[in-house]
């Protein structure tokens, strides 16, 4: 008997390549409650969507940044890419800071060569980025470290940007989904 979780299924043929999205923003922006309302959105159409947070797969205890723990994070990351792709899986949604070009980059280097790919990044204003990350009980205290990088993710080069001021979580995501699906 095939094993469902390692065996494709041979009844899902898509007629494009699976499209990955890099979505990106500040600590604290959005980009956790926006990808989880647009695998709402996902529940009534017709693509297969998985969304992977790049964050995720740095859980890890004690927290370290090694050659160690990078290498980790990048083979689930390929891992993860080529499971969805094998899996039939239409969209692959990646979360992460993306806090330079780089970044993308290497999310780009472990997918398939010549896989779709668009890059969009989440903005507020900084009262907007400020409030939202304040007013999240699992952040801890905002300070220089945070500020630079939401600096650094605003500016940071992508295919697309989505205002996210004065909006919910929910209006975000039906922009990321009008804006994937044109």
Same mark, same amino acid.
């Given at each position: &008997?095939?094993?469902?979780v390692?065996?494709?299924?041979? $009844?899902?043929?898509? =007629? %494009?390549?699976?499209? +990955?999205? !890099? ?24 693509l297969?969507?998985?969304?992977v ?9 004690p927290?370290?940044v ?5 290498g &980790?994070?990048?083979a689930?990351?390929?891992?993860v890419? $080529?499971?969805?792709? =094998? %899996?039939?899986?239409? +969209?692959l !949604?990646?979360?992460?800071v993306?806090q ?5 980059d290497?999310?780009?280097s ?9 890059s969009?990044?989440?903005h ?10 304040e ?17 650094? $993710? ?7 940007? +989505?205002?996210?001021d004065?909006?919910?979580?929910r209006a975000?995501?039906?922009?990321l ?6």
């Amino acid at each position: &008997m095939p094993d469902p979780v390692t065996t494709p299924d041979p $009844a899902r043929q898509r =007629a %494009a390549p699976m499209r +990955l999205t !890099l979505l990106g923003g500040a600590p604290g922006i959005g980009k956790t409650a926006v990808a989880r309302e647009f695998l709402k959105l996902a529940v009534g159409g017709t693509l297969l969507t998985q969304w992977v947070d790049v964050d995720a797969l740095w859980a890890h205890q004690p927290w370290e940044v090694s050659d160690r723990t990078t290498g &980790m994070v990048q083979a689930n990351l390929r891992a993860v890419i $080529a499971n969805a792709g =094998a %899996a039939g899986i239409d +969209l692959l !949604l990646v979360t992460w800071v993306f806090q330079d070009a780089r970044m993308q980059d290497l999310v780009r280097s472990l997918a398939p060569p010549g896989l779709p790919t668009v890059s969009v990044q989440l903005h507020a204003e900084p009262a907007t980025w400020r409030r939202r990350f304040e007013t999240d009980p699992g952040r801890p205290e905002l300070d220089d470290f945070y500020r630079r990088r939401y600096y650094e $993710a605003q500016r940071t080069p992508s295919d697309h940007v +989505l205002r996210t001021d004065g909006k919910d979580a929910r209006a975000v995501a039906a922009d990321l989904a009008a804006l994937l699906a044109g």
